[in-house]
């Protein structure tokens, strides 16, 4: 074998020696940064949110914060939860979600209901809540601007400042009765009607009518049918 084959069969062994101490470093390096440090999470729950963040932040790890409405027993901006849960392995740099009870106060809503609509602002302002729209409805028995309803129950519990619609009372309405048909009728029959039921024609009009005995009622106002009361201005024409 010539100098020049063994010269050429050294470098070509030196070069492969080379490429596998390369792609075994190159590999190495991957390994460790896909599998990075592992650690265990840390325990942040019961900790104030500044609290968590610093810890987070020494032992390498990301927080995401989740706020929202976890019942009663909580204290505002302090952790309730975390997953992974703590002493869970994660690599660094991992991500850590927190959750946070919501920073809104909440408040019970209190009864309004057979309250005047004044006391029912007055509650509702102590209660650290508004009045929202306020609607009407006439009711039998309940005293005028009495509170009938509201739009979130007694006890429910709601974000400070939030809107609470009332519904109140008109007070006692007088009755209302369906306008009869009194065409053909005996117009002192029908004054004893309306009599009885607390109503009164406003309008008698006698007018002339061939072939009619007097006393026949021939128009009415309102026409058969119509809802009223006594604020209705009711008046018939009679024969003469």
Known sequence: MNNALVRTIRILGVAAVYSLLFASSVFLTMSLL??????????????????????????????????????????????????????????????????????????????????????????????????????????KDVLLDQVVAQSVAAGSRITENSTIDILISRGTESASYVMPDLIGKEASKVLVFFESKGLKLSKIEAVSYFGLKPGIVLKQYPSPGFEISPKNQIGIQVSK
């Open 34 to 139: 896909i599998k990075g440090d592992e650690l265990a999470t840390p325990d942040l729950i019961g900790k104030t949110i500044k609290s968590a963040y610093e810890t987070a932040a020494q032992q390498g790890i990301y927080l995401k914060k989740t706020v929202g409405d976890f019942g009663s027993g909580y204290l505002s901006g302090t952790v309730v939860n975390q997953t992974p849960a703590p002493g869970t392995k994660v690599k660094a740099k991992s991500v850590v979600r927190i959750f946070v009870p919501s920073d809104l106060a909440l408040v019970i809503v209190p009864n309004l209901i057979g309250q005047s609509l004044r006391d029912g602002e007055d509650i509702l302002k102590k209660s650290k809540l508004k009045k929202g729209h306020v609607s009407t409805i006439g009711v």
